[in-house]
């Protein structure tokens, strides 16, 4: 991609958060969850505003749009992934004892690690609760939507365990890497998008392809998260630089060093990753993941999956909706936003 | 209750485990979640097997046959609740940090935190999923079943929040501990009777006085198990004995004895509660709630709970299901089994 290409879907997506649908979002987030005295709606306020790009809500409005949907009828249900989606941060942050998140300190830091398990599981519920929270639906479209993110959400759940298998085993991580970020990052991307789909009234065929379609922009999302570290920097991702190395985690691009690189800088790189010594030794990993092509090849792989989930979209009608979709999929390809 | 009834009554509930329902719960939940070699099963295998009385599935069962369902059409639902109750219990062993369960290790502790964080999550969608899985039902019911039961995962997090704030302050304990249970256990029990007799087909006044029996059940429930510490042995409550009072978590006889308890007394109670020094303390203690009346007055109160959820049922047609549940409420009242 060129970077007035670059340049124009960054613009697409900040336009995109003051849309209608975007600016009806954020208003109706927070409407949802008041400045109050109450320390529950006070955590998830916390962890859930100010909202970010509101990325799987807006996915979910349009993909509802893309076959017919009424938006409106759609946003309590959209709401709910932005939900879901913070209650597996804020409980990631604990497991990965993350103090950051966005810049300022994440919840179990802000709040200590009981507060931040319940505050997680309420933001799960609270998920479930707005899923089911639009008596203008037909309540069968509802319960299909309810079965798609109790699965999403048992997927999601797979894939945490799988990473927690594989931190420090490179070898492994080769095998199961699409597995996991399958699991990790694309089980909810999916559901977000086949979730909108089924509250539309899609057809069977275009729920299909939108799910599909939002499973390929997770996994090229996760990439490009895992490209981060040797592309932006710490400033841009909110994280402190080499959070990565320092937790062992196999991400896409060491995972393709360590197969394309020579034997000592395999032991080497195995050696960092396993001290959990990143400090001195990251600008070393970052220039051996660039050097042995590792950031080109995970590029690549980022850009199939886009041209899948493009594909996927070929077989909705053109309306304004799938646009959104697929200028959404171009940005994921965009590393400087 | 003499001797007499109280034995009638554990004969009852193990009687209810061997009765039909209770021995297709249980095949059934072995059944799916069999042995593996996936860790994720494995740790919901351990924490929800070998299975205890499956109260609230059987209730959730006996609910929906009191209105006319069809028991088996409910099975998943049913099962459902117990994922939702086991979940609850191995995020709260991480955050009271208690390392027994049942007498063996807790999830947290045979697991690690990370892990017991993972898991209960995926009970938790467990419980969404198995509620969504039963295509001969309605699916109105469906989705009116997961509104509450997303409601009482909503409710029990209120109340897991509102008992942190309780820890060592008797004196707000007194005003809150109503409303504390009612959320803490109350809410899921209620959900357990509500969503058996909404799946179930229930008329709306049916349905109300399942729900309003449920959450006197469930609050006796808490009593009992508050009461525990001064009535049973470690043996039989599979926890250290006086654990409420190593963390400082407000019960009723404690609150009640507070009250009731002479000034000196109360400075010593309070003191012993901010040390956590239970050890010695808890013959001194468990002396002075019964000398106050603290746990006849607790039973008291219990037993008004059992008295108002046997209202509730008269609104109902007899038959067996209505007796189970009766049964159910008269053995929540005694102490010994």
């Not at 600008?283 to 993941?289: A, G, I, M, S």
Request: glycine content about 8%; charged content about 20%.
């Amino acid at each position: 991609m060129t970077v007035a290409a670059s340049t124009q879907y960054r613009t697409f997506i900040d336009d995109l958060a003051r849309s209608e649908s975007g600016r009806l979002l954020h208003s109706e987030l927070g409407r949802r969850w008041p400045e109050t005295s109450d320390q529950l709606t006070e955590i998830a306020r916390y962890a859930l505003l100010p909202a970010g790009k509101l990325l799987r809500p807006l996915m979910t409005l349009h993909a509802a749009e893309a076959v017919g949907g009424e938006p409106s009828e759609v946003l309590s249900a959209a709401l709910g992934m932005e939900y879901l989606h913070v209650a597996t941060l804020v409980h990631d942050d604990i497991i990965d004892a993350d103090a950051l998140r966005r810049g300022r300190p994440a919840v179990p830091t802000a709040y200590g690690i009981p507060n931040a398990i319940v505050a997680g599981d309420h933001l799960i519920f609270s998920a479930f609760a707005a899923l089911a929270d639009e008596p203008r639906l037909p309540q069968d479209r509802v319960a299909a939507a309810v079965a798609v993110l109790a699965e999403a959400g048992r997927d999601l759940c797979r894939g945490q365990m799988l990473e927690a298998q594989l931190v420090d085993n490179l070898e492994a991580g080769g095998r199961w890497y699409a597995e996991m970020i399958r699991l990790k990052t694309g089980a909810l991307f999916r559901a977000v998008c086949h979730i909108g789909a089924l509250l539309g009234g899609a057809e069977p065929d275009a729920a299909a392809a939108l799910a599909s379609y939002g499973e390929h922009v997770g996994v090229a999302f996760q990439i490009r998260d895992d490209l981060l570290f040797y592309t932006a920097t710490a400033e841009q991702t909110g994280k402190p630089a080499g959070s990565d190395l320092h937790n062992g985690r196999p991400t896409l691009p060491l995972l393709l060093c360590y197969d394309a690189a020579a034997e000592p800088d395999r032991q080497r790189l195995l050696t960092v990753l396993e001290r959990r010594a990143a400090g001195d030794n990251a600008k070393w990993v970052r220039e051996l993941v660039i050097s042995t092509g590792a950031v080109n090849s995970a590029r690549d792989r980022m850009r199939e999956h886009i041209a899948r989930a493009h594909a996927q979209l070929a077989v909705l009608p053109p309306s304004p909706s799938v646009n959104v979709l697929s200028g959404i999929a171009h940005w994921t390809t965009s590393e400087d936003s």
